[in-house]
């Protein structure tokens, strides 16, 4: 079954360095999306790549998707306080009546002032 | 508005209890979905509901019960709930079905006793 599982687990750094955490997924995708959710409560879309796209930037947000070695990474530049969150990526396919958006497991990211 | 609202935030509710959980965007998205998350774990897809009809049930047991009185409200009925059904109920819903970019609302956090 797809499933995208997030490394690290866990990222503690300092405010102004980036951070970078990696999905990896088992089957083929339609898009991949990346979520971040604060503490317990609802997730906040931040990213979606197409199955046909390699790289997309948002903001501070850079995301790469290989398709050949079914990975995706997120890039998040100059972290603030703030970006302290869970952030998943979840693989998304389509195909006949079958759809499904899976989660990862997810990084938990702390950024400390 | 770009919001999915829920409520309540907050539920407790004993074994032969009988709830519902309710979810409403107004963002004329055609298709909405129920997910559990337990702690520290990925949101996990129950239901998909797309032009108010019932797209996907992934074998979610029959104690949760969902409707879909129009485009805009979901509800989740709930019935005979056990221990382990406690977690974080997140609404959320899309343009269309999918692979589009889910809007989540901030969830609804069941207890079960």
């Known amino acids: 079954s797809q499933q995208g599982e997030e490394d690290p687990q866990a990222l503690s750094i300092q405010e102004g360095e980036n951070a970078t955490m990696n999905c990896s997924y088992k089957t083929s995708i339609n898009n991949l999306q990346w979520y971040r959710q604060n503490s317990g409560r609802g997730l906040v879309h931040l990213i979606l790549i197409r199955s046909n796209e390699r790289e997309k930037h948002s903001g501070r947000l850079r995301v790469t998707l290989d398709t050949s070695k079914k990975s995706s990474s997120l890039l998040i530049t100059a972290s603030r306080a703030a970006d302290t969150a869970s952030y998943f990526c979840a693989t998304a396919r389509y195909g006949g009546s079958n759809y499904k958006l899976t989660f990862g497991k997810g990084t938990l990211l702390t950024v400390n002032p | 508005d770009t919001e999915v609202t829920q409520t309540p935030k907050h539920l407790v509710m004993g074994m032969t209890n009988k709830k519902s959980l309710k979810c409403e965007q107004h963002m004329g998205h055609r298709a909405m979905y129920w997910y559990k998350q337990k702690a520290k774990k990925p949101p996990e897809l129950m239901f998909v509901?797309?032009?108010?009809?019932?797209?996907i049930n992934e074998s979610v047991p029959s104690r949760f019960s969902p409707e879909c009185p129009n485009s805009s409200l979901l509800n989740l009925h709930l019935h005979a709930l056990q221990p382990e059904d406690s977690a974080l109920y997140l609404c959320a819903s899309s343009q269309g079905i999918v692979t589009d970019t889910q809007y989540f609302g901030p969830g609804t956090r069941l207890t079960v006793l």
């Open positions: 509901y797309s032009y108010e009809k019932l797209s």
